[in-house]
């Protein structure tokens, strides 16, 4: 056991390999050797001493005669030779040329200079080329006093671009680089690593410099070079060039970084930090200094934009009881970005390279399928329109509202039958035609009668398309709009939106030389499909029906006609294609003299009387199709600063309403109280909260009814930004209701409810106030009334919390409804303290208040926490109420405005 414990302790040292003679004389005498020189003693003068001074006492030195100097210096020499010698010895292993341990100028310490670097992998040979040639010099030096670290110098010359940096300005540069000294420790592995970095670097910035030294490159204006020192580049871009970007390699792996900052007076911080992950990507894979340039000043004004959204969290913004963002930024690439409004919408943003706009759809449909919603997202009703409201128009050529929000189905039909296609014709898909040289698509020709539209009649070249005999009778064959058989070409209206040439009064469908349907260029059903508009007239009122009526898309246009039908033939819309008369504003009948085809003039060719004519009708509001947002709105980028810049509300200029608040931010914040709360809060807890939703048709209101009142909630049309309240008395009230209360709560719901920052249990806490009773809610609205309009006359003013606040006792989590009612109802006030000087910095006097009213006995008190420490002010309210509720002896009336008035005129809180 001694033995292996003294084996094991044993202290291990290093042994000799192999041993050299050493020149005495050659070392002592070396060109970094100090030789002391005897110096003549009358050189030095003699010091006068002044009477009445104190002798100072002679030091003299002590001299050892055991000490060596000779053996001292040679010791202190091999020192600091022998991390050199390991130096040497792994350049050589190397291949990289030396030229041997050198002594600095003056003595001042050793040099190894390296004579060439070696070429680095993965860089091309003209990057190896052009820094070998600036390469001047490349040194390794140990720090002095002991084994202190290495240091690397490396200087450059000829540097292809320069800088705006005080320290490059010279004609070389230098770089220093720095690693720890030891035996164990290899010093040329990380060099070489260092190398490596600097070589990769060199690379973009090469190509960089080729194209920002021409002023006649549009680059020139936009980029600035701020350093480069060979281990990182700085780059100043944007037009006022106050955004920055760092560049630099990390030795252990070889990729890019990429760091980002602002200079001079920039206000935000630089807006590429959200997609800097995506960035860096980018250029690890291209490795292109230009381009990756050209994105950031392409996206530039576009990120900025996104990053005027705000992203902190807000408590209360959803049912749940955890903080939500108000807006995620989710960037899947760098001209990608997805913005997400409180977890349940979603808004894909693409910017356009090169154009200086970027397209917007809702981000909860499917890029792949546009009919599927992704899971976790909500659609936003309306998107669509209000994007259309940030359409620059001079700019971008864009289509109407009503086209964008119902573009034609995206669903085909692959089958058909025979009695659809006779003949086995195809008829092409209006999909196909859609747009034409004025942005109008193509009028469809029906093949059928049951899906004919007498303003656009079907082609009458019957012999060359069905092969039958031409036949002029206007009588019951069914033939009273063929065209002679040598008309073969299809007239030149097809390509001009649908209109048939006026040539030789070609527009009647009586003449020999009418046209064909404008429909279409393609072969189109034979007209022997069609019954013969002899037996009635194709306009009258007559001929309209209720049942056609519903089943038309052509309702409220003054004008009667009859329905065109479902279009179940292939290759058609879902939904019945645009009407003939809102393009030209009247109607027509192929079979009356009395009426034209679109193309006609207006008077008749025959007779030379004028026709009669159908006033122009007014524009047709198509059904609203939820993923109409799935198509991308293309927006400029001034458009888009518009649309996320905070701002006031539209028309308001001041005052409480005019909380900053982006457009979208606004209508995201509409949509997600009308649909995601209201809607729901109706549906699942209607009968709880004493409220009926009633059905209505129209897009964005929604209309509930409570026992003696009836609500209308809107969606602003005009601006889609704002929320609004009508109240109406239910015509079987039998409480009267004066238009003051009605108003106090349509402009509490606008300056309190509905409003950023559109919390969904501030919702919740007034639709169930809604649903109260008719004596309740009365008194309610007389202290909303006191809110809006406070009592300067009293000690304190009141604020219905909606919410419960942070200050209030733990009834419930911060930030749910404060409004419950049941049998009995409890809600919370804050009263504030006026009427006093309040010192400089300090807040005024508050009290958050629980009241809980019992509706059976008419009594309202203070709602009291069982196992709840008292504080002084709730043992003042506390006090209050309970007097009040002895001497208050009005028990007919609701308590709950008398007892609170009284708390607002009397209570005195100490401090």
Known sequence: MTSTSEADTAETYLAPLSLLAIDPKGCIHGPDTYAPVKQDSNAYKRKLMSVGSSLKRQRYSTHCEYFQSELAHIVAMCDARIPYITLCEELTNANIPYQGVQVEAEGVGLVLRICELPSVEGVTAETNKALASSLLDCSFRLQPRGHGPWQVQLAFGNCPLSSTAPREQGSTRSVYLTYEAGSVVPVLKPFLLDWKAINRLYQPFLQLAEIISDPSQPMFRHVEVRSFNYQKLTLAYGKDKTSTMTVLVDPRDGRYRLLWGVVGASSTANCHVIVQHQLTQEFNEHQNLVRLISVLCETQSALQAIC??????????TQQPQPVLMFSLLPQSSTHIRVVFRNTYCLDIHICKGKNTVSIRDGAYSMFDIMKVVDGFTPAAGLKAFLEMFVDESQLRRRSVSEDDNPPSPITMESSSDNFLPMQHSVPSPMNARVTGSGFAHPMTPPTATTSNPATPASPHTSVLSNQPYSMSPGPSGYPLASPPSIAAPSPSGVMLGTPSPALGAGSPGHPYHAPSPGTLHAVPSPAQMHSPATGPFISPQSITESQTAHSPFTNMGLAMASPGTRNWPASPSMPGPSPVGRYGVAHSPGTAMTHSPGSSGINQQQGTPQATVPRPQPRILPHRSWAAAVPTILSHENLHKLFTPAPPPGVSGGTTSHMCSPIERFLGCVYLMRRC????????????????????????????????????????????????????????????????LQVLEKFFETKVGCPPYKYNAMVAFVRLLGAPTRILKDCIQLLRLELLPDRTLKWTIQWCLTIPPSAPPLAPVGTSAVVIKNKILFFIQLTRIGLTVPQGQEPQTVVIPILHDIQSNTTQHADLRNSPVTPSMHSVQNMMKRFNELYTNKTDCTIFAAVKDLMANLVIPH
């Not at 005027?308 to 913004?317: E, I, N, Q, S, Y």
């Not at 929604?702 to 609004?724: A, C, D, G, H, V």
Request: aromatic share 6%; glycine share 4%.
């Open 308 to 317: 005027k959204l705000p992203t902190m969290p807000l408590l209360g913004a």
């Open 678 to 741: 209201l809607n729901r809060q109706l549906q699942a807890y209607g009968e709880t909260i004493h409220l009926t939703h009633i059905p209505v048709n129209e897009h964005g209101v929604t209309q509930f009814k409570s026992e003696s009142l009836i609500y209308r909630i809107t969606q602003n049309p005009t601006t889609m930004q704002t929320l609004q309240l009508q109240v109406n008395p239910h015509p079987d009230c039998k409480d009267p209701w004066s238009h003051d209360e």
